[in-house]
């Protein structure tokens, strides 16, 4: 059953902010990986047979995310890596599109992706900050996010959140967003997303009353109505831990 399998993640950051991420990936029994352009521009040839060569030997039914700022040399490298993957590769995209809302538009890089998760950076362009800055401190938060993803993922009974769940959200040719939040705030427009995948982490000190209702406003707010949830009290966090995914139809 795909609930009790364990499967193989390869995180992949093309270009420098994507390796800014992928870099800070904490989390034990992932695969992590680095493609730079620079060499790409010099020898393309030589460059692109290295990437066949890795890519195409994969293990069946890996999970490949491919992490790059939207920008026309780092998409030439992810038609090139999408096309290299055998054709059981789960393959999704987590994209930097700073000021730009990628779920009003399908980009044709996108077509062969179960899902394509953006950041458009506006958690970290509300403030007056030079672009550089918003990209750094975005990093470290879609670090974080990947590796509590993936811990939540191989510790099933931690949240009751597992890989059906998982593929439940994101097969089919999806848009989609993660977070990684320490609270919810239930102006921003939630409810142009059709299905959750939510984990709650509580610390003793917050009671479980407030992750049902962070739960329940979720659910009044997807417009599908369509949650998958698990709570769990950790004595380790303080406070709330959610990580929220959300995705909808293209």
Same mark, same amino acid.
């Given at each position: 059953?795909?609930?009790?399998?364990?499967?193989?993640?390869?995180?992949?950051?093309?270009?420098?902010?994507?390796?800014?991420?992928?870099?800070?990936?904490? +989390?034990? *029994?992932?695969?992590? !990986?680095?493609?730079?352009?620079?060499?790409?521009? /010099? @020898?393309?040839?030589?460059? =692109?047979?290295?990437?066949?060569?890795?890519?195409?030997?994969?293990?069946?039914?890996?999970?490949?995310?491919?992490?790059?700022?939207?920008?026309?040399?780092?998409?030439?490298?992810?038609?090139?890596?999408?096309?290299?993957?055998?054709?059981?590769?789960?393959?999704?995209?987590?994209?930097?599109?700073?000021?730009?809302?990628?779920?009003?538009?399908?980009?044709?890089? +996108?077509? *062969?992706?179960?899902? !394509?998760?953006?950041?458009?950076?506006?958690?970290? /362009? @509300?403030?007056?900050?030079? =672009?550089?800055?918003?990209?750094?401190?975005?990093?470290?938060?879609?670090?974080?996010?990947?590796?509590?993803?993936?811990?939540?993922?191989?510790?099933?009974?931690?949240?009751?959140?597992?890989?059906?769940?998982?593929?439940?959200?994101?097969?089919?040719?999806?848009?989609?967003?993660?977070?990684?939040?320490?609270?919810?705030?239930?102006?921003?427009?939630?409810?142009?997303?059709?299905?959750?995948?939510?984990?709650?982490?509580?610390?003793?000190?917050?009671? /479980?009353?407030?992750?049902?209702?962070?739960?329940?406003?979720?659910?009044?707010?997807?417009?599908?109505?369509?949650?998958?949830?698990?709570?769990?009290?950790?004595?380790?966090?303080?406070?709330?831990?959610?990580?929220?995914?959300?995705?909808?139809?293209?």
């Amino acid at each position: 059953m795909i609930a009790m399998r364990s499967f193989t993640h390869i995180f992949v950051g093309i270009g420098n902010s994507g390796a800014n991420i992928v870099d800070r990936i904490s +989390a034990d *029994g992932v695969v992590k !990986v680095t493609v730079n352009p620079a060499p790409y521009i /010099l @020898r393309p040839r030589r460059y =692109l047979q290295r990437l066949e060569s890795f890519f195409s030997r994969i293990p069946e039914d890996t999970f490949l995310w491919l992490v790059f700022e939207d920008k026309p040399i780092n998409r030439e490298l992810v038609d090139f890596i999408m096309g290299s993957v055998p054709d059981d590769t789960i393959r999704l995209a987590y994209t930097l599109t700073p000021k730009r809302e990628l779920v009003y538009e399908k980009p044709p890089w +996108a077509e *062969g992706f179960e899902t !394509v998760f953006y950041d458009s950076l506006w958690d970290f /362009l @509300r403030e007056d900050v030079p =672009l550089g800055i918003a990209f750094e401190r975005a990093s470290v938060s879609i670090a974080e996010l990947f590796s509590r993803l993936y811990y939540y993922l191989e510790n099933q009974m931690l949240v009751n959140i597992d890989y059906a769940d998982l593929f439940n959200m994101i097969r089919g040719g999806n848009v989609g967003i993660m977070r990684l939040l320490d609270r919810v705030d239930f102006s921003w427009h939630w409810g142009i997303w059709e299905r959750g995948l939510i984990g709650i982490l509580v610390g003793e000190d917050f009671p /479980l009353s407030g992750a049902h209702a962070i739960l329940a406003r979720f659910q009044e707010l997807l417009s599908e109505k369509d949650v998958i949830w698990g709570i769990i009290t950790d004595e380790k966090v303080r406070g709330v831990e959610i990580l929220a995914l959300l995705t909808r139809r293209w």
